[in-house]
Protein backbone atom coordinates (compact mmCIF):
# COMPACT_ATOMS: atom_id res chain seq x y z
CA UNK A 1 0.00 0.00 0.00
CA UNK A 2 1.26 3.55 -0.85
CA UNK A 3 1.12 6.51 1.30
CA UNK A 4 0.17 9.82 -1.04
CA UNK A 5 1.47 8.50 -4.21
CA UNK A 6 5.33 7.01 -2.55
CA UNK A 7 5.08 3.98 -3.96
CA UNK A 8 7.73 2.21 -5.77
CA UNK A 9 10.40 3.97 -5.07
CA UNK A 10 10.60 2.88 -1.28
CA UNK A 11 11.43 5.04 1.43
CA UNK A 12 12.62 7.92 0.04
CA UNK A 13 15.94 9.60 2.02
CA UNK A 14 16.93 13.04 3.36
CA UNK A 15 20.82 13.22 3.54
CA UNK A 16 21.77 16.21 6.11
CA UNK A 17 24.79 17.77 5.61
CA UNK A 18 26.86 20.51 7.67
CA UNK A 19 26.48 23.00 5.26
CA UNK A 20 28.62 26.07 4.45
CA UNK A 21 28.88 29.57 3.30
CA UNK A 22 31.28 28.38 0.85
CA UNK A 23 29.62 27.78 -2.28
CA UNK A 24 32.22 24.55 -3.15
CA UNK A 25 30.70 22.63 0.15
CA UNK A 26 27.52 22.58 -1.48
CA UNK A 27 28.26 21.77 -5.05
CA UNK A 28 30.17 19.01 -3.81
CA UNK A 29 27.39 17.57 -1.80
CA UNK A 30 24.78 17.73 -4.51
CA UNK A 31 27.27 16.02 -6.76
CA UNK A 32 27.58 13.47 -4.25
CA UNK A 33 23.63 12.87 -4.44
CA UNK A 34 23.72 13.24 -8.18
CA UNK A 35 25.92 9.75 -7.61
CA UNK A 36 23.44 8.32 -5.49
CA UNK A 37 20.49 9.17 -7.97
CA UNK A 38 22.36 7.78 -10.63
CA UNK A 39 22.91 4.67 -8.53
CA UNK A 40 19.26 4.61 -7.46
CA UNK A 41 17.14 6.28 -9.87
CA UNK A 42 13.84 4.68 -8.44
CA UNK A 43 14.70 6.62 -4.83
CA UNK A 44 13.77 10.14 -3.99
CA UNK A 45 16.73 11.51 -2.42
CA UNK A 46 16.57 14.98 -0.74
CA UNK A 47 19.58 16.89 0.21
CA UNK A 48 18.77 19.10 3.64
CA UNK A 49 21.96 21.11 5.82
CA UNK A 50 22.11 21.69 9.39
CA UNK A 51 23.16 25.28 8.58
CA UNK A 52 23.94 28.14 5.88
CA UNK A 53 22.22 26.41 3.15
CA UNK A 54 18.79 25.67 2.81
CA UNK A 55 16.41 23.80 3.10
CA UNK A 56 17.24 23.10 6.24
CA UNK A 57 17.09 19.39 8.08
CA UNK A 58 13.15 20.13 9.58
CA UNK A 59 12.25 21.60 6.42
CA UNK A 60 13.32 19.00 4.69
CA UNK A 61 11.56 16.21 6.40
CA UNK A 62 8.66 17.70 7.44
CA UNK A 63 8.22 18.94 3.57
CA UNK A 64 7.90 15.52 2.94
CA UNK A 65 5.67 14.27 5.24
CA UNK A 66 3.14 17.23 3.77
CA UNK A 67 3.48 15.64 0.61
CA UNK A 68 2.39 12.23 1.48
CA UNK A 69 5.06 10.12 2.59
CA UNK A 70 4.29 8.13 5.83
CA UNK A 71 8.32 6.94 6.22
CA UNK A 72 11.22 8.49 5.52
CA UNK A 73 15.36 7.80 6.05
CA UNK A 74 17.16 10.49 7.83
CA UNK A 75 20.88 10.06 6.99
CA UNK A 76 23.80 12.17 8.92
CA UNK A 77 25.77 13.00 5.83
CA UNK A 78 29.01 13.10 8.18
CA UNK A 79 31.93 11.49 8.18
CA UNK A 80 32.26 10.30 12.05
CA UNK A 81 29.43 10.64 14.69
CA UNK A 82 29.90 13.74 17.22
CA UNK A 83 28.13 16.51 18.23
CA UNK A 84 25.79 17.39 14.67
CA UNK A 85 24.78 13.31 14.81
CA UNK A 86 24.06 13.11 18.22
CA UNK A 87 22.64 16.02 19.37
CA UNK A 88 21.85 18.30 15.98
CA UNK A 89 19.76 15.66 14.39
CA UNK A 90 18.08 13.72 17.07
CA UNK A 91 16.49 17.77 18.59
CA UNK A 92 15.20 18.25 14.57
CA UNK A 93 14.01 14.63 14.69
CA UNK A 94 12.22 15.20 18.46
CA UNK A 95 10.53 18.02 16.56
CA UNK A 96 9.28 16.68 13.60
CA UNK A 97 7.77 13.60 15.55
CA UNK A 98 5.50 16.37 17.50
CA UNK A 99 4.51 18.30 14.36
CA UNK A 100 4.34 15.03 12.41
CA UNK A 101 3.54 12.38 14.99
CA UNK A 102 2.60 9.55 12.07
CA UNK A 103 6.04 9.95 10.00
CA UNK A 104 8.10 6.71 10.56
CA UNK A 105 11.70 8.25 10.83
CA UNK A 106 14.83 5.68 10.33
CA UNK A 107 17.37 7.48 11.40
CA UNK A 108 20.70 6.21 9.81
CA UNK A 109 24.81 6.35 10.82
CA UNK A 110 27.21 8.61 10.09
CA UNK A 111 29.13 7.75 6.97
CA UNK A 112 32.19 6.50 8.68
CA UNK A 113 34.23 4.92 10.46
CA UNK A 114 33.42 2.34 7.01
CA UNK A 115 36.02 0.64 5.14
CA UNK A 116 34.38 2.38 2.31
CA UNK A 117 35.89 5.47 3.45
CA UNK A 118 39.28 4.20 3.57
CA UNK A 119 38.95 3.11 -0.11
CA UNK A 120 37.65 6.79 -0.69
CA UNK A 121 41.05 8.16 0.90
CA UNK A 122 43.65 5.99 -1.15
CA UNK A 123 41.24 6.80 -4.32
CA UNK A 124 41.29 10.89 -3.33
CA UNK A 125 45.25 9.99 -2.70
CA UNK A 126 45.70 9.26 -6.37
CA UNK A 127 45.16 12.16 -8.08
CA UNK A 128 48.56 13.38 -6.47
CA UNK A 129 51.44 12.25 -7.21
CA UNK A 130 52.42 10.48 -4.43
CA UNK A 131 51.93 7.12 -3.89
CA UNK A 132 52.21 4.66 -0.68
CA UNK A 133 55.66 4.08 -0.04
CA UNK A 134 58.08 3.45 2.66
CA UNK A 135 60.24 6.72 2.32
CA UNK A 136 56.96 8.92 2.56
CA UNK A 137 54.40 8.94 5.51
CA UNK A 138 50.81 10.35 5.35
CA UNK A 139 48.66 12.93 7.32
CA UNK A 140 45.15 11.92 7.96
CA UNK A 141 43.46 15.10 8.05
CA UNK A 142 40.39 15.87 9.34
CA UNK A 143 38.55 18.73 10.57
CA UNK A 144 38.37 18.12 14.28
CA UNK A 145 35.93 17.87 16.92
CA UNK A 146 35.00 18.73 20.85
CA UNK A 147 33.95 15.16 20.92
CA UNK A 148 36.90 12.92 21.94
CA UNK A 149 35.32 9.82 20.41
CA UNK A 150 35.03 10.93 17.02
CA UNK A 151 38.86 12.18 17.46
CA UNK A 152 39.95 8.84 18.84
CA UNK A 153 38.20 7.38 15.66
CA UNK A 154 40.46 9.87 12.85
CA UNK A 155 43.40 8.08 15.06
CA UNK A 156 42.07 4.03 14.50
CA UNK A 157 41.26 5.23 10.95
CA UNK A 158 45.42 5.99 10.43
CA UNK A 159 46.27 2.80 12.38
CA UNK A 160 44.39 0.87 9.37
CA UNK A 161 45.72 2.80 6.36
CA UNK A 162 49.38 2.28 7.89
CA UNK A 163 48.11 -1.28 7.65
CA UNK A 164 46.69 -1.32 4.37
CA UNK A 165 50.01 0.63 3.23
CA UNK A 166 52.95 1.14 2.18
CA UNK A 167 53.14 4.03 3.79
CA UNK A 168 56.14 4.81 6.15
CA UNK A 169 54.15 5.93 8.73
CA UNK A 170 50.50 7.24 8.92
CA UNK A 171 49.38 9.83 11.57
CA UNK A 172 46.10 12.04 12.29
CA UNK A 173 45.55 15.50 12.12
CA UNK A 174 42.83 17.82 13.27
CA UNK A 175 42.18 21.45 11.88
CA UNK A 176 40.41 22.61 14.84
CA UNK A 177 39.52 21.33 18.67
CA UNK A 178 42.40 18.63 19.01
CA UNK A 179 46.17 18.08 18.08
CA UNK A 180 48.28 17.82 16.15
CA UNK A 181 47.09 20.33 13.49
CA UNK A 182 47.96 20.00 9.87
CA UNK A 183 51.19 21.92 9.98
CA UNK A 184 52.56 20.57 13.42
CA UNK A 185 52.10 17.00 12.03
CA UNK A 186 53.96 17.82 8.55
CA UNK A 187 56.53 19.64 10.35
CA UNK A 188 57.05 16.98 13.11
CA UNK A 189 57.57 14.22 10.83
CA UNK A 190 59.87 16.20 8.59
CA UNK A 191 61.73 17.07 11.50
CA UNK A 192 62.26 13.50 12.24
CA UNK A 193 63.24 12.61 8.98
CA UNK A 194 60.99 11.69 6.48
CA UNK A 195 61.93 12.04 2.63
CA UNK A 196 58.45 12.89 2.13
CA UNK A 197 55.36 13.75 3.72
CA UNK A 198 51.84 13.57 1.86
CA UNK A 199 48.32 14.45 3.25
CA UNK A 200 44.94 12.77 3.17
CA UNK A 201 42.09 14.72 3.27
CA UNK A 202 39.70 13.31 5.43
CA UNK A 203 36.73 15.61 4.27
CA UNK A 204 33.58 15.56 2.71
CA UNK A 205 34.00 18.73 1.01
CA UNK A 206 36.22 21.52 -0.18
CA UNK A 207 35.11 24.89 2.21
CA UNK A 208 36.94 26.12 4.92
CA UNK A 209 38.65 23.47 6.69
CA UNK A 210 40.04 22.11 3.17
CA UNK A 211 41.46 25.50 2.82
CA UNK A 212 43.00 25.49 6.35
CA UNK A 213 44.57 21.70 5.75
CA UNK A 214 46.57 22.67 2.45
CA UNK A 215 47.41 26.08 3.73
CA UNK A 216 49.29 24.68 6.64
CA UNK A 217 50.18 21.57 5.36
CA UNK A 218 51.86 23.13 2.09
CA UNK A 219 53.47 25.77 4.26
CA UNK A 220 55.38 22.95 6.50
CA UNK A 221 56.63 21.46 3.29
CA UNK A 222 54.12 18.38 2.50
CA UNK A 223 54.42 16.86 -1.14
CA UNK A 224 50.87 16.90 -1.59
CA UNK A 225 47.57 17.52 -0.13
CA UNK A 226 44.03 14.92 -2.02
CA UNK A 227 41.02 17.03 -2.56
CA UNK A 228 37.84 16.25 -0.50
CA UNK A 229 35.94 12.99 -0.55
CA UNK A 230 32.51 13.90 -1.40
CA UNK A 231 33.38 13.29 -5.57
CA UNK A 232 35.11 9.80 -4.65
CA UNK A 233 32.77 7.48 -6.29
CA UNK A 234 33.09 5.11 -2.74
CA UNK A 235 31.16 7.80 -1.00
CA UNK A 236 27.75 7.15 -3.07
CA UNK A 237 28.60 3.59 -2.94
CA UNK A 238 28.45 4.54 0.98
CA UNK A 239 25.33 6.49 1.08
CA UNK A 240 23.59 3.85 -0.50
CA UNK A 241 24.64 1.19 1.72
CA UNK A 242 23.80 3.50 4.55
CA UNK A 243 20.58 4.15 3.51
CA UNK A 244 19.47 0.25 3.33
CA UNK A 245 21.26 -0.19 7.14
CA UNK A 246 18.69 2.01 8.47
CA UNK A 247 15.86 1.38 6.07
CA UNK A 248 16.13 -2.39 7.49
CA UNK A 249 15.57 -0.97 10.76
CA UNK A 250 12.06 -0.83 12.77
CA UNK A 251 11.04 2.22 13.65
CA UNK A 252 10.49 2.89 17.43
CA UNK A 253 8.10 5.63 18.98
CA UNK A 254 8.43 7.13 15.18
CA UNK A 255 12.70 7.32 15.47
CA UNK A 256 14.70 4.65 14.24
CA UNK A 257 18.28 4.48 15.26
CA UNK A 258 20.99 2.48 13.93
Not at 33 to 54: K, Q, S
Not at 172 to 192: D, I, K, N, Q, Y
Not at 210 to 224: K, L, S, T, Y
Amino acid sequence: MSVGGFDGGGVPLVAVAHGSQDERSSAAVERLFDGVRRLRPELDVRVAYLDHVTPGAEEAITGLAAEGAGEVVVLPTLLTAAYHSKVDLPEVLARVRESCPWLRIHYGQTLGPHPLLLEAVEHQLTGTDVAPDPATALVLACAGSSDAGANATIGALAEQLAARGPWGRVVPAFASMASPTPGEAVARLRESGVARVAVASYLLAPGFFADRVADQAFAEGAAAVSAALADAPELARLVVHRYEEARSGIPLSGVATR
